[in-house]
């Protein structure tokens, strides 16, 4: 089967029907699906059965760390009857994912075990400044745009960028987060349990701190007031659902904050600060392989949440389906099957201070019925999180991992939805005459434009590749997963295997589509990151691990650089770059950054390693 372009659902269950990797994958990273999908297909008859009262919850297992729950499952182990089931790599994924880090990730990812330590520790008297990426994205309105100024290069620099330094991240098996660089310095986490701050300029490590778990999404950095003398922090969440707030100099622990309770709830994108607030996405992997019989589907349901960032304290909580999930009917088997449940939020929400109002998509129903705000592009009110809009894009889609094959749970629908979760920001842009719109793409490779100020309503509904708009995800067909970038008038995604199409804004009219030749013995070229755009220039990678940099004029290339190899690195960690298939780079005071290695999903090989590239 092929799995470039997989849903989070359809990624667990193609992996586990190709034996757990794709041809050349190395071992999936401990945040991702495949992991959950074995609990929840193999484990589940006791761990979470109420019937079963000697078996630890999931929740019990959730806080133990790797290499235990791998014992538990070996031949010596507690759980040896049940591990005979499984296949060594089978028990490395449901130990990592369960855990959310990698075997033997404690031992190796602190900053005191590297060589670079950086010499001095300077204050961060600098911040903020042009010259920073902060989070998903440079501004609240999600442009994923950089100035020339805090670029720091022009179009006619691009050309000249060569590698300046690479960082390995020990013991990792996948490069998630981008890189956020504030004052200088970069702050970002993967998925071996660790959160960084390096210098931007040498890649030496100022600290670490040991989160536990794997950290997804984009860190945001902003000066903390109010107290005896301010000071920066950076804020960023992990796989259990918790908020962290760091002091940025020293990474010292200021807060932490647990912002859902569900047992798989989970961050896997950036939070946004905003007049302090943070605010907070939450998803969760309930969904993945749910359809088996033995698992009581499904209670987790999608979230915005607003924190006060001094403090940590929840001041308002939006959830995607207001509905609380009920018990609506128990299998023969004994498992109680709940709903309405799903509505992940799989992006960095969207601030917009005209409105008050904070914008966000939000992913597909678990369990029916299915409610007007899954599948959508949401609007809540940035002060109460009252719902403001929803514009719909897809009906009706209940989809649920899992449901195929002879034994189902009766909680798969009758027909599997096409599973059209819009997992990318909306980019919130003005236009000529004082027009808005809010842009985000689907699953299909359609791109909208919705009207923020008449409540959503739909201004135009367009498709680059060609096809018809409106269609459905097809596997393997262009997508558009993480999202796109604006400037002034033109804006551009990343499509799969449809390329990166550049469109003009105000009418949805397809510019140009960049679709290369795909590295040699590669296959189908996949272009699905987040692209980023400096003037005159888009940035974008590669689920074959090149980064590209093309024309924003014409599509035409100017420059490459192709990440699947191994580096040598400033921390002398066996580093090797990857997939480039969900974050995009980032362009910094004459340097460009990108973490090459995520590779669920898609063609390339997974990776560990951060570049950072120079013109100078």
């Given at each position: 089967?092929?799995?470039?372009?997989?849903?989070?659902?359809?990624?667990?269950?193609?992996?586990?029907?190709?034996?757990?990797?794709?041809?050349?994958?190395?071992?999936?990273?401990?945040?991702?699906?495949?992991?959950?999908?074995?609990?929840?297909?193999?484990?589940?008859?006791?761990?979470?059965?109420?019937?079963?009262?000697?078996?630890?919850?999931?929740?019990?297992?959730?806080?133990?760390?790797?290499?235990?729950?791998?014992?538990?499952?070996?031949?010596?182990?507690?759980?040896?009857?049940?591990?005979?089931?499984?296949?060594?790599?089978?028990?490395?994924?449901?130990?990592?994912?369960?855990?959310?880090?990698?075997?033997?990730?404690?031992?190796?990812?602190?900053?005191?075990?590297?060589?670079?330590?950086?010499?001095?520790?300077?204050?961060?008297?600098?911040?903020?400044?042009?010259?920073?990426?902060?989070?998903?994205?440079?501004?609240?309105?999600?442009?994923?745009?950089?100035?020339?100024?805090?670029?720091?290069?022009r179009a006619r620099d691009v050309p000249?960028?060569?590698?300046?330094?690479?960082?390995?991240?020990?013991?990792?098996?996948?490069?998630?987060?981008?890189?956020?660089?504030?004052?200088?310095?970069?702050?970002?986490?993967?998925?071996?349990?660790?959160?960084?701050?390096?210098?931007?300029?040498?890649?030496?490590?100022?600290?670490?701190?040991?989160?536990?778990?794997?950290?997804?999404?984009?860190?945001?950095?902003?000066?903390?007031?109010?107290?005896?003398?301010?000071?920066?922090?950076?804020?960023?969440?992990?796989?259990?659902?918790?908020?962290?707030?760091?002091?940025?100099?020293?990474?010292?622990?200021?807060?932490?904050?647990?912002?859902?309770?569900?047992?798989?709830?989970?961050?896997?994108?950036?939070?946004?600060?905003?007049?302090?607030?943070?605010?907070?996405?939450?998803?969760?992997?309930?969904?993945?392989?749910?359809?088996?019989?033995?698992?009581?589907?499904?209670?987790?349901?999608?979230?915005?949440?607003?924190?006060?960032?001094?403090?940590?304290?929840?001041?308002?909580?939006?959830?995607?389906?207001?509905?609380?999930?009920?018990?609506?009917?128990?299998?023969?088997?004994?498992?109680?099957?709940?709903?309405?449940?799903?509505?992940?939020?799989?992006?960095?929400?969207?601030?917009?201070?005209?409105?008050?109002?904070?914008?966000?998509?939000?992913?597909?129903?678990?369990?029916?019925?299915?409610?007007?705000?899954?599948?959508?592009?949401?609007?809540?009110?940035?002060?109460?999180?009252?719902?403001?809009?929803?514009?719909?894009?897809?009906?009706?889609?209940?989809?649920?991992?899992?449901?195929?094959?002879?034994?189902?749970?009766?909680?798969?629908?009758?027909?599997?939805?096409?599973?059209?979760?819009?997992?990318?920001?909306?980019?919130?842009?003005?236009?000529?005459?004082?027009?808005?719109?809010?842009?985000?793409?689907?699953?299909?490779?359609?791109?909208?434009?919705?009207?923020?100020?008449?409540?959503?309503?739909?201004?135009?509904?367009?498709?680059?590749?060609?096809?018809?708009?409106?269609?459905?995800?097809?596997?393997?067909?262009?997508?558009?997963?993480?999202?796109?970038?604006?400037?002034?008038?033109?804006?551009?995604?990343?499509?799969?295997?449809?390329?990166?199409?550049?469109?003009?804004?105000?009418?949805?009219?397809?510019?140009?589509?960049?679709?290369?030749?795909?590295?040699?013995?590669?296959?189908?070229?996949?272009?699905?990151?987040?692209?980023?755009?400096?003037?005159?220039?888009?940035?974008?990678?590669?689920?074959?691990?090149?980064?590209?940099?093309?024309?924003?004029?014409?599509?035409?290339?100017?420059?490459?650089?192709?990440?699947?190899?191994?580096?040598?690195?400033?921390?002398?960690?066996?580093?090797?770059?990857?997939?480039?298939?969900?974050?995009g780079a980032v362009a910094v005071n004459?340097?460009?950054?990108?973490?090459?290695?995520?590779?669920?999903?898609?063609?390339?090989?997974?990776?560990?390693?951060?570049?950072?590239?120079?013109?100078?």
């Amino acid at each position: 089967m092929n799995i470039r372009f997989l849903s989070p659902a359809a990624i667990a269950i193609a992996t586990l029907l190709a034996g757990g990797r794709a041809t050349g994958q190395a071992a999936m990273a401990p945040g991702t699906e495949s992991g959950f999908a074995l609990f929840q297909k193999k484990c589940t008859t006791c761990h979470g059965n109420p019937a079963v009262e000697a078996a630890p919850s999931p929740e019990t297992i959730r806080g133990m760390p790797p290499e235990k729950i791998y014992e538990a499952l070996g031949p010596d182990g507690i759980m040896a009857a049940q591990g005979a089931a499984l296949s060594d790599p089978e028990r490395r994924r449901i130990a990592e994912f369960m855990s959310g880090r990698p075997l033997g990730s404690a031992r190796l990812g602190a900053a005191s075990t590297m060589p670079n330590q950086c010499r001095d520790n300077p204050k961060l008297l600098n911040a903020p400044s042009p010259a920073q990426w902060n989070g998903w994205s440079s501004d609240a309105a999600n442009h994923r745009f950089q100035s020339t100024a805090a670029a720091g290069m022009r179009a006619r620099d691009v050309p000249r960028l060569r590698l300046k330094w690479a960082f390995g991240f020990p013991a990792g098996v996948s490069a998630n987060a981008q890189p956020t660089i504030v004052a200088g310095r970069v702050f970002l986490g993967s998925d071996n349990g660790f959160f960084y701050s390096l210098d931007a300029a040498s890649g030496c490590v100022y600290w670490s701190f040991e989160v536990g778990s794997t950290v997804r999404g984009a860190a945001t950095v902003a000066r903390l007031t109010g107290r005896a003398s301010s000071h920066y922090v950076v804020y960023f969440g992990d796989g259990r659902a918790n908020v962290y707030a760091l002091n940025a100099r020293s990474g010292a622990l200021l807060w932490k904050s647990r912002v859902d309770e569900h047992f798989v709830a989970r961050i896997t994108a950036g939070p946004r600060y905003y007049n302090g607030k943070l605010l907070v996405p939450v998803s969760s992997s309930e969904g993945f392989s749910a359809g088996t019989p033995d698992y009581p589907c499904c209670t987790a349901r999608g979230s915005v949440v607003a924190l006060d960032a001094a403090t940590g304290r929840q001041i308002w909580k939006a959830w995607v389906i207001a509905e609380e999930p009920k018990p609506y009917a128990t299998q023969p088997n004994g498992v109680v099957l709940s709903g309405p449940s799903g509505g992940s939020v799989w992006n960095t929400p969207t601030v917009d201070p005209e409105r008050h109002a904070v914008y966000f998509g939000t992913g597909d129903a678990w369990a029916a019925p299915s409610t007007t705000t899954t599948d959508a592009i949401m609007a809540v009110d940035i002060n109460n999180g009252g719902l403001l809009w929803a514009y719909q894009v897809t009906a009706d889609d209940v989809h649920l991992g899992g449901c195929i094959g002879p034994e189902l749970s009766a909680a798969c629908p009758k027909v599997n939805g096409p599973d059209m979760d819009i997992g990318n920001s909306p980019i919130l842009v003005s236009l000529a005459g004082g027009a808005r719109l809010l842009l985000a793409g689907t699953k299909a490779a359609d791109v909208l434009a919705v009207d923020p100020d008449h409540d959503g309503a739909l201004i135009y509904r367009v498709n680059p590749t060609g096809a018809n708009p409106g269609g459905n995800y097809q596997l393997g067909a262009p997508a558009i997963l993480w999202g796109g970038a604006a400037d002034a008038t033109q804006a551009y995604f990343g499509m799969g295997t449809g390329g990166l199409a550049g469109i003009e804004t105000a009418t949805g009219r397809t510019l140009w589509v960049f679709k290369p030749e795909p590295p040699s013995g590669s296959g189908v070229l996949s272009l699905g990151a987040a692209p980023t755009v400096i003037p005159g220039v888009v940035f974008e990678g590669s689920a074959q691990g090149v980064l590209y940099a093309v024309s924003a004029a014409d599509g035409k290339e100017i420059w490459r650089f192709d990440t699947a190899r191994s580096f040598d690195t400033v921390n002398k960690v066996p580093a090797r770059g990857g997939a480039i298939a969900v974050s995009g780079a980032v362009a910094v005071n004459g340097m460009l950054f990108v973490g090459s290695g995520y590779a669920v999903g898609s063609a390339a090989t997974a990776g560990n390693v951060l570049l950072a590239f120079s013109a100078q």
